[in-house]
């Protein structure tokens, strides 16, 4: 199966796959922090549920009093209690 030219650009120069791909990078500190980067949009808000589009699919985020505390192009900074979050297509 051959490779995508962002991971054979990332095999060349020793950089991780998703430092040059549109893959989502999730950083979960605990259960009350979540950074999600290569987002592709805010579909879902609530104090419950968060929905995130990427390009590989839906990210649901569920848990008590959620909240964007941040926000930009690329990131979103989730905080509360964070029960469960998966992937959907």
């Given at each position: 199966m051959p490779k995508n030219i962002r991971h054979v650009f990332a095999d060349v120069f020793e950089l991780p796959v998703e430092?040059?791909?549109?893959?989502?990078?999730?950083?979960?500190?605990?259960?009350?922090?979540?950074?999600?980067?290569?987002?592709?949009?805010?579909?879902e808000y609530s104090d419950t549920r968060i929905m995130l589009n990427t390009a590989t699919g839906i990210i649901k985020i569920e848990g008590i009093e959620l909240d964007i505390k941040y926000m930009n192009s690329q990131c979103v900074t989730i905080k509360g209690v964070i029960n469960n979050f998966c992937f959907e297509k």
């Open positions: 430092a040059v791909s549109a893959l989502p990078v999730i950083t979960l500190t605990g259960q009350v922090d979540m950074i999600v980067e290569n987002y592709g949009g805010i579909i």
